[in-house]
Nanobody, 124 residues
Framework: QVQLVESGGGLVQAGGSLRLSCAAS????????MGWFRQAPGKEREFVAA????????YYADFVKGRFTISRDNAKNTVSLQMNSLKPEDTAVYYC?????????????????WGQGTQVTVSS
């Protein structure tokens, strides 16, 4: 089973940018669909973005379209989330996740491997 480790979270002012990275090990990275999810205090985990094995198919949540970009580097076993124009409501713990099969998904239940999460805090 693949192991995932996120990095890149932190504190940023509204309107700023952060880049999250997720390093994968222990599996065949190019065989996984990958995704980013987030969870704010008192709320359910929600979908942010996902992409297929070769990065050709990408899904985004409506609330991040035009602001966030997901990408992957199969040679380095990494997936990234570039976050621009951040808003206070983007504050959450962000999780990287992997799913079997090559395609992306918006469903939490489709992802079997999860990282430990990285905190993103956006101040107003």
């Amino acid at each position: 089973q693949v192991q995932l480790v996120e990095s890149g979270g932190g504190l940023v002012q509204a309107g700023g940018s952060l880049r999250l990275s997720c390093a994968a090990s222990g599996g065949t990275f190019s065989s996984y669909g990958m995704g980013w999810f987030r969870q704010a205090p008192g709320k359910e985990r929600e979908f942010v973005a996902a992409l297929g094995w070769n990065g050709g198919t990408k899904y985004y949540a409506d609330f991040v379209k035009g602001r966030f970009t997901i990408s992957r580097d199969n040679a380095k076993n990494t997936v990234s989330l570039q976050m621009n124009s951040l808003k206070p409501e983007d504050t959450a713990v962000y999780y990287c996740a992997a799913k079997g099969g090559h395609g992306p998904s918006r469903r939490v239940a489709d992802f079997g491997s999860w990282g430990q999460g990285t905190q993103v805090t956006v101040s107003s």
